[in-house]
Each structure stands twice: as structure tokens, then as C-alpha cells.
């Protein structure tokens, strides 16, 4: 499986993004998929996970009721819908693809990684 997230861009505080994350791979409709985002100078941290189907979705706390996760697998993308963007989501995005998992919000766990993409908020 390969990944490819795209989306990312410059955006006021408030305003909103879409990113999407694109997959090459007959498979990719049996992995759950994460999006992770890595600010300057601070670790990779967890953002939001949907399981193969779709059925179940899991936000961080810091974007719960902001960011909304959702997948099309007939065309083989996963999407992160960002609104009410704040400063502190300046980061680059990453989406990520895994087939089993103790823990989705381990990073490490993922078996395949996109290209990340960056947003940049301003106050």
C-alpha cells in the first residue's frame, strides 16, 4: 500500500481544511488508516483513526468535535475534515495505514506511511 496525503495549506484561525489521504493497493479497503501530525519541534502525535470499514472513528482529545475522519473505499482515500482551526494545529500531516493494532495511537505500530502535508494556521 502506498499513501499520499495532500490537502494541506495556509488558513486564518477559524477557517477549515480538508485533507485527504490517497492510496494505491487492491488491499487498501482491509486497513484502518490514521492521521498523525508532527509540529516544530515537538513529537508525532496521534490525530484521528477510522477502521477498515468505516464503522468505527476515534479523535485526540485536542480535535474532538473539530475534526471530522471519513473514507471512501471505492476510491481508496481516507479524509481528515479540519474546521475551527486554531494556531496550535500548525503541523505537518501525516496519514498512515495498519492491518492489526494493540494501540492506534501508537505510531510505531502503523505499516505503511504517506508523505506528510503541512498546515499552517494563522492567529
Known amino acids: 500500500v502506498q499513501l499520499q496525503a495532500s490537502g494541506g495549506g495556509l488558513v486564518q484561525a477559524g477557517g477549515s481544511l480538508r485533507l485527504s489521504c490517497a492510496a494505491s493497493?487492491?488491499?487498501?479497503?482491509?486497513?484502518?488508516v490514521g492521521w498523525f501530525r508532527q509540529a516544530p519541534g515537538k513529537e508525532r502525535e496521534f490525530v484521528s483513526f477510522?477502521?477498515?470499514?468505516?464503522?468505527?472513528?476515534y479523535y485526540a482529545d485536542s480535535v474532538k468535535g473539530r475534526f471530522t475522519i471519513s473514507r471512501d473505499n471505492a476510491k481508496n482515500t481516507v479524509d481528515l475534515q479540519m474546521n475551527s482551526l486554531k494556531p496550535e494545529d500548525t503541523a505537518v500531516y501525516s496519514c498512515?495505514?495498519?492491518?492489526?493494532?494493540?494501540?492506534?495511537?501508537?505510531?510505531?505500530?502503523?505499516?505503511?506511511w504517506g508523505q506528510g502535508t503541512l498546515v499552517t494556521v494563522s492567529s
Open positions: 498512515a495505514a495498519i492491518r492489526l493494532y494493540s494501540d492506534y495511537r501508537l505510531f510505531s505500530q502503523y505499516d505503511y
Open positions: 493497493g487492491r488491499t487498501f479497503s482491509r486497513y484502518n
Open positions: 477510522i477502521t477498515y470499514g468505516g464503522s468505527n472513528t
